[in-house]
C-alpha cells in the first residue's frame, strides 16, 4: 500500500512564504520522483516543481526564483518552499509520488493541500 500525505499549505499574505511537505510510505514501491502540482477552479492541473530523487529539479517558469523544492531520500519526503508568494498562487497543491512496483511504473497522488494568499 501507497502513502502520499501532504502537509503545510494555509494562509499567507501577499509577499509571504509558506512550507508544503510530502511524505511517501510504501512496500514494494521504489521511488523515483516527487512533483508539486496546482489547479485553480475550471483549470487544468499543472506541474509547479519536480525533483527527482538523485536531485534534479525541473520548475514551472512561473515559481522560478521564488519556489524551491528539496528531497530527503532517506524519509521519502519533499519540501516545497513558497517565497513572495502571490494571489495568484492560491490555490489547491497536489503531490506526486512517481516510482515502480515490482517493474512497473505507477504514481500515487495526495489529496491535496490549500494556499491561500490574501490580506
Known amino acids: 500500500q501507497v502513502r502520499v500525505v501532504e502537509s503545510g499549505g494555509g494562509l499567507a499574505q501577499p509577499g509571504g512564504s509558506l512550507r508544503l511537505s510530502c511524505t511517501v510510505s510504501?512496500?514494494?514501491?521504489?521511488?523515483?520522483?516527487m512533483g508539486w502540482y496546482r489547479q485553480a477552479p475550471g483549470e487544468e492541473r499543472e506541474l509547479v516543481a519536480h525533483?527527482?530523487?538523485?536531485?534534479?529539479?525541473d520548475y514551472a517558469d512561473y515559481v522560478k526564483d521564488r519556489f524551491a523544492i528539496t528531497r530527503d531520500s532517506a524519509d521519502n519526503t519533499v519540501d516545497l518552499q513558497m517565497k513572495n508568494l502571490k494571489p495568484k498562487d492560491a490555490t489547491v497543491y497536489s503531490c506526486r509520488a512517481e516510482g515502480t512496483i515490482e517493474d512497473a511504473m505507477v504514481d500515487y497522488w495526495g489529496q491535496g493541500t490549500q494556499v491561500t494568499v490574501s490580506s
Open positions: 510504501a512496500s514494494r514501491f521504489r521511488l523515483y520522483a
Open positions: 525533483i527527482t530523487m538523485s536531485g534534479i529539479t
